[in-house]
């Protein structure tokens, strides 16, 4: 099990931007493939972005936040990054990091590690 710590959520107007990170607690952070997940309030937890192992080289989103988010990676710090543009109403949630077995649209069963999560709320 790897421990992951979010943070950087918060309140923030629709149209503007926020960038989430996720500090990981493993020597080898480079060899997982990473993932960004979001649930809202009386809806089920669902896939927002991943990235794969080593480099990051390789990125997979949800078509509601294709464009808009991009997920990062940097393995010196054990850190992966959401940040997030073009906010909507749509977007506020509790979004969580986890390890995933594939970056290709991981679903629940393929999250290794979750976070504790981190809100963020998106104001009209």
């Known amino acids: 099990q790897v421990q992951l710590v979010e943070s950087g959520g918060g309140l923030v107007q629709a149209g503007g931007s926020l960038r989430l990170s996720c500090a990981a607690s493993?020597?080898?952070?480079?060899?997982?493939?990473m993932g960004w997940f979001r649930q809202a309030p009386g809806k089920e937890r669902e896939f927002v972005a991943a990235i794969n192992w080593g480099s990051g080289g390789i990125t997979y989103y949800a078509n509601s936040v294709k464009g808009r988010f991009t997920i990062s990676r940097d393995n010196a710090k054990n850190t992966v990054y959401l940040q997030m543009s073009s906010l909507k109403l749509e977007d506020t949630a509790n979004y969580y990091c986890a390890t995933v077995k594939t970056v290709v649209g991981p679903s629940l069963a393929d999250v290794g590690s979750w976070g504790q999560g981190t809100q963020v709320t998106v104001s009209s």
């Open positions: 493993t020597r080898t952070f480079s060899r997982y493939v």
